[in-house]
């Protein structure tokens, strides 16, 4: 059972964009994907609002969750969301190990 959580990013003038390539260049981004338990760290950005990035995070556990909370990297992250003055909305998931009737909607 993994947990997924969706963090939109949202500031002005590209800052919730220019806080994403900062996690990328400066590595923490990376540091964070090598993390025990992580099993997905990526970016999009809306079509719909420019102004806003999603980043997918996905963790296999709440305890591989509770370690990523409790290390320095949060520190670093925090700084960065309020250097770039970014607001968050946040959305969580678990996953389901079990088919779904959902699945003859889906082309593979």
């Known amino acids: 059972m993994s947990l997924t959580i969706n ?3 949202t ?3 590209g800052s ?3 806080f994403m390539e900062e996690m990328e260049s400066s590595g923490i981004a990376d540091r964070i994907r090598q993390e ?3 099993e997905r760290y990526d970016y999009f950005f809306p079509a719909n609002n420019p102004e806003t990035v999603l980043l997918i995070d996905r963790w ?4 591989a969750i509770d370690r990523h909370h409790a290390s320095p990297m949060m520190q670093e992250l925090a700084q960065l969301r309020e250097k ?3 607001h968050m909305k946040v959305e969580r998931y678990i ?4 088919p779904s009737s ?3 909607f889906i082309r593979k």
Do not use: C, F
Not at 95 to 98: G, K, L, R, V, Y
């Open 36 to 38: 025990e338990g992580n």
């Open 16 to 18: 919730a964009r220019r």
């Open 60 to 63: 296999a556990d709440q305890a």
């Open 11 to 13: 500031g002005k003038n």
């Open 95 to 98: 996953s389901a190990d079990e």
């Open 7 to 9: 963090l939109y990013y």
């Open 84 to 86: 770039y003055d970014l």
């Open 102 to 104: 959902d699945d003859k």
